[in-house]
């Protein structure tokens, strides 16, 4: 195998892809709905776009191909933020009183109607052409040949798969170990038009192929346990050497404690016996899930260098608006580690949690 994953690959390129999207999407929405929460890529992919002009509550895990538990518990994210309302059917403006339950997945009705509100139909109209606008814009920076190439080359990953996968990784919990958990089921429909879509569904099924064995989760051993294993570390050194936020970190700490893989003593972490056990059958899972991907796989790495090879034109598109979060306190730090190298500091998987849906896990 190669000296990184092709996941970890991937995932880099998938990242930046996203937070430049989510970048543009912000510095508009402030335009069209000042005030507003800011979500990722990851909450219109896997969740606002079946929202349309409604759907039933009872509908959106089917739609969404994501465990009930999971698509609720978004839905009340979403709610919070004030992006849709719930109501009863023939309701078309958000009620004067807060529901019980309001944002959270409590006291929800599978009958109820979910509604964008303004915020959320400003959402809708923003998304959906910002996909291929970064896309030109990768055309312009990288060349055409080599964007096409890639969108090529994860169409050929994409197509064959059985599944019917979600947009975009899903979002992960603590209590599971960060598995990536998917409603299986038969393809319905032709893979995704943007390459925004066929690069996370590629990363996706590669996820999944890697969890189907026990063990770590892959968002855990890439960027979290992978850091631990090459020495004792601080735990407050861990956002930036992994490239994922304090919270995402301390949230894996979490599991990781519990389930016997690290110890945490004076703020400083370190694997147990069982985490390097767990930390050595990493590689040769890779190996595995890669080679079973064949020729796929290698065209799709091939397809990956060219880009990965540039990493000064690939920080150009990380760069925060002005006003945007990425460019504000606590974040900026870990934004200027990755503008002066993307390599290094981008997640080596994305660590989707419920805080807006940012793939590096902010």
Known sequence: MHGRPLSTDLSQLLVA???EVDNEVERRMAEAA??????????????????GEGIAVGGLPEAAGLPKARALSTLGGMERWRYVFVAPEGVEEPPAEKRDGYGSA??????????PTPTGRAAQQLWPPHFEEIERRWEARFGEGVVGELRDASLELVEPLDSDLPEYLPVVVGTTGMVSEVVERGRRGPPPGHLCGLLAQALLAYTLDFEREPGLSL?????????????????????AAGGISKEGVAMALTWLTRSGHVEVEAKRARLTAEGHEA????????????SGFGDRARRLR???????????????????????????????????RVLEDPLAHLPHHPLVLHRGGWPDGS
């Open 17 to 19: 892809f996203t937070i």
């Open 34 to 51: 000042p005030g507003s929460f800011r979500i990722s890529a990851v909450m219109w992919s896997n969740f606002l776009r079946f929202v």
């Open 106 to 115: 409590r006291g929800l009705r599978a009958e109820w109607i979910v509604r």
């Open 219 to 239: 968002p855990l051993a890439a960027n979290v346990v992978r850091v631990l294993g090459a020495a004792e570390t601080d735990v407050r050194e861990l956002p």
């Open 279 to 290: 930390l050595a059958s990493v590689g040769p899972r890779h190996a595995e899930v890669e």
């Open 302 to 336: 091939a397809a990956l260098k060219p880009l990965l090879d540039r990493p000064a034109l690939l920080a150009d598109s990380l760069r925060p608006p002005p006003g945007g979060w990425r460019g504000e306190r606590p974040y900026l730090a870990q934004t200027e």
